[in-house]
């Protein structure tokens, strides 16, 4: 018997955003952006900013968002080296987009504190 469903295709958008979420969809990667959107920062600033952010994840996710165009690595020729991190202009480009997802998020989805609040509220009419 022949299946009616029509086969599944990623549309030249939707790959775009396959793309896009592959990288960004990582946990702590939006926040790095985000947090090397106010300038170029070193690694230990970055740590204290993303605390409770391990060392090897956010290295990984430095890695990875370079190997990706978004963030170059400066070595400084001090004693010892020093070493920050920017975005890059592809970099720069997708804050604007952060914020609006930022933004979104804010207004359409229940934080985690909230839906605890009003579970609670809930259970205590209930009695």
């Given at each position: 018997m022949e299946s009616s469903r029509e086969e599944c295709?990623?549309?030249?958008?939707?790959?775009?955003l396959v793309r896009a979420f592959e990288l960004l969809g990582k946990r702590w990667s939006g926040l790095v952006l985000g947090t090397l959107s106010d300038g170029?920062?070193?690694?230990?600033?970055?740590r204290r900013?993303?605390?409770?952010i391990t060392d090897s994840v956010l290295s990984e996710r430095l890695n990875e968002l370079a190997a990706a165009g978004l963030v170059t690595r400066s070595v400084?020729?001090?004693r010892p080296p020093?070493?920050?991190?920017?975005?890059?202009?592809a970099g720069v480009?997708?804050?604007?987009?952060?914020?609006?997802?930022?933004?979104?998020?804010?207004e359409h989805l229940v934080s985690r504190e909230m839906e605890l609040v009003e579970n609670d509220s809930n259970a205590g009419?209930?009695?």
């Open positions: 295709t990623i549309h030249h958008c939707d790959a775009g170029p920062a070193s690694y230990s600033e970055m900013a993303l605390i409770p400084k020729d001090t020093g070493v920050s991190y920017q975005l890059t202009g480009a997708i804050v604007p987009v952060l914020d609006q997802l930022a933004a979104w998020a804010t009419g209930s009695r």
